[in-house]
């Protein structure tokens, strides 16, 4: 069974500061998914990674992904109060069309 | 281009009661889902359908059925409610875009049952 971990769950940082949110996987995938949920709002896609060594970069937000290492990791440099939102990974589960999401990290950006 | 749509935004129902969701999307895409989500849980699927005509049982698929009435439509039924079935539900539907599974969401339906 494909398990899919975030974490932490929960950050508070300060503008300007930089920080790292992990995603581990269970078993080989080669596709993971980057979402952002702002409070009350529905996901929204930010990063689609399809290979080893895959980087994709989006203003402060950065996502990468280690296949063999089973992690992704969403990185995000000299935080704003606009990216406090919940993040979501998702790994593609090989052969179907489904994603088993990890649980979110909620982040919270302070002034 | 409306992406995908759902109904109602917000419902209360009472233990017992049945009530439908409904879903629709204009993007052509043959794969719909329907996800719960509670907090700390991350989002669970529900229920998914690959094409017309075909349904497959997710993760936590008691105390619900679902219909794809067409391609577009997607629907999710609660026969009986109750309250640990009390959750945001969001219905997606995908295409496959470079390899990648591109998922879009609708704005979500919040169910509360009492």
New interface residues.
Partial sequence: ELKVEQNPLFLSMQEGKNYTIYCNYSTTSDRLYWYRQDPGKSLESLFVLLSNGAVKQEGRLMASLDTKARLSTLHITAAVHDLSATYFCAVDKGGSEKLVFGKGTKLTVNP | NAGVTQTPKFQVLKTGQSMTLQCAQDMNH??M?WYRQDP??????IY?S?SEGTTDK?EVPNGYNVSRLNKREFSLRLESAAPSQTSVY?CAS?GR????????????TRLTVT
């Fill in positions: 043959n794969s889902y700390g849980m991350g989002l669970r699927l998914y690959a997710g969001f995908s875009l470079a390899g990648g599974l591109e998922q879009y969401f609708g704005p979500g």
